[in-house]
């Protein structure tokens, strides 16, 4: 099979084009409590191509102890089941990214230094947040959405962890604000379970959120 590599130049990012760089957290790389294949492998993607935005945006899932997204919140739940929570179906995780923790540190090869800004999200005990956007009782913003606008940014791209939950979930909300959005898939790594990475695949093509392989250099 012939594999057709999706890019986008160098040259179509603009001052108005902000790169989203959704939760590159230790917990979530291998050796983390949620650790998702390759993870790790996303860290030398984003940063090579970090340099060519203007606005660089990171978020960091930030949970106290005892979030109600995690299983070992109640009696006796295994790790990857689901609960009805206030707001919906929610999946049990096993505890990660708790706040302070080396687990909630980004990936210390990650460049951060680029950033504009750090959105921390899932701070509500009761309410998780996929999203850097809105929580999933989808009714709480972070600001980032006007935050983006006051500084007209049209057009977003979406890397990190994981593809099918987090930078998923973020790429819908971007398009869902009326952002031009494109997720990079060779700076992403998914979850899936369950397909959940197919799913999303299928919500981002009917919200309009593109997909590239890459970003590619031009001089
Ligand atoms: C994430 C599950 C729970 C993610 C965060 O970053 O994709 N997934 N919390
Ligand atoms: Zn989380």
Redesign the pocket.
Known sequence: MNTIIKSAKSSDITSQSALLV??V?ND?CPGGT?A?AGGDEVVAEINKISGYFSTVVLTQ?WHPQGHH?FASSYADAAPFSSAELAYGSQ?L?PD??IQGSYGATFHPDLNTDCASLVIRK?MNASV?S?SGFTEADRQTTTGLAAWLQARNITSVYCV???T????GWTALDASAAGLKTTVITSACRA?DMGGSLAAMREAWDKAGVMEIDQIAVTE
């Open positions: 959704i939760d957290q979530f949620l998702v899932d997204s999946t995780w990660h990214c899932g998780d996929y990190g962890l994981a099918d939950f987090c930078v979850i």
